[in-house]
């Protein structure tokens, strides 16, 4: 097998918590044990909510952590092929190419609408959506002027159940019929997470993917993409337990002490940060400072455990020497 390609693919809409530093060390890990190649891709499409400072943090937070990349932007190039900002017009003639493919539908459904429609069966996305716009209106247009709203448009699945292997979770079978017609552009009109992040996969030359598994249903909503699209999809996918706060909540970007920003102003050293992502994740037995060249050598997917991991005072204690 050649070499993988894997991607670190951060989201400058805050500042990068601990949790995100752990996914992208193993992401780097998998990629950089077997010889691979590293692409820094920033997923910036949601324009409101990303900032050029995020973006400058979150890259100079992941080199000083150590985790490099072949491919993509320095923290101060201006934003280029690898920012997802930068990129709306593959999204577009992707969507074009669903829509002559009958593959994709206006929809005008409120948040509310859809809550109040199914009774819902819920998802890994929340309520699932249960198809009402779908062969309901002709053209985008029609659907425009009849509710008097800017449609989004949605991906209209086929009833083939879909499968893949996860390196950590084993074999994954997901029906659409759970996952629901997702959206592919939204009504505000940026394009979705998940038409954004297959289009660029299958354009970088991606083969393999490792996050958090709160995406793990995502890859089957994205396999589905790359078979609509006749693209090429990456072949490894991993998805890891998540890191939680102290109340068992996921570490989320408000969670502003746990950046790495803060860490670092507050002196962490990256040796620290790495020993105790290595830990939580099962790399290490014990709780220590670690180095990128160790943790290389030693990376199998395999030795990561399969639990979340609460962090706990002590462990912050620890980190902050
Ligand atoms: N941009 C996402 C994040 O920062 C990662 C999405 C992905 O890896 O597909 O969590």
């Not at 062969?135 to 008097?148: I, L, Q, V, Y």
């Not at 996969?201 to 709160?214: E, F, N």
Request: net charge neutral; with cysteine.
């Amino acid at each position: 097998m050649p070499p993988p390609t894997g991607r670190l693919a951060p989201t400058p809409s805050g500042f990068l918590h601990l949790g995100n530093a752990r996914s992208f060390l193993l992401a780097w890990l998998w990629a950089r044990s077997a010889g691979g190649r590293v692409i820094m891709r920033v997923e910036d499409i949601d324009l409101p909510r990303c900032r050029p400072m995020f973006r400058r943090q979150a890259l100079s937070d992941l080199l000083w952590l150590g985790l490099d990349w072949d491919a993509g932007p320095r923290p101060d190039d201006l934003p280029g092929p690898f920012d997802q900002s930068t990129r709306f017009e593959q999204y577009r003639l992707a969507l074009d190419q669903l829509v002559q493919a009958g593959r994709a539908y206006p929809c005008v459904c409120s948040r509310k609408d859809i809550e109040e429609a199914t009774r819902a069966p819920h998802g890994d996305e929340g309520a699932v959506y249960p198809g009402t716009c779908r062969g309901r209106f002709a053209t985008f247009a029609e659907a425009a002027e009849r509710s008097g709203t800017t449609p989004a448009w949605r991906f209209a699945f086929g009833d083939k159940p879909i499968s893949f292997h996860d390196g950590l979770q084993g074999p994954v079978l997901a029906h659409p019929r759970d996952l629901g017609d997702f959206v592919l552009w939204r009504k505000d009109g940026l394009p979705s997470y998940q038409i954004a992040v297959t289009v660029d996969d299958a354009a970088m030359g991606i083969s393999q993917v490792l996050r958090g598994k709160d995406l793990l249903l995502s890859t089957a909503r994205q396999l589905a993409l790359y078979e609509a699209l006749g693209l090429k999809a990456p072949t490894q996918w991993a998805h890891v337990p998540l890191l939680l706060s102290q109340d068992e909540r996921r570490l989320a970007k408000r969670d502003g002490d746990l950046s790495l920003k803060a860490l670092r102003d507050q002196g962490v050293a990256p040796a620290r940060m790495l020993g105790l992502c290595a830990y939580s994740c099962g790399l290490l037995g014990e709780l220590r400072q670690a180095t990128l060249g160790e943790l290389t050598q030693g990376f199998k997917l395999s030795r990561l455990g399969q639990a979340d991991f609460t962090l706990t005072q002590e462990h912050l204690a620890w980190l902050l020497g």
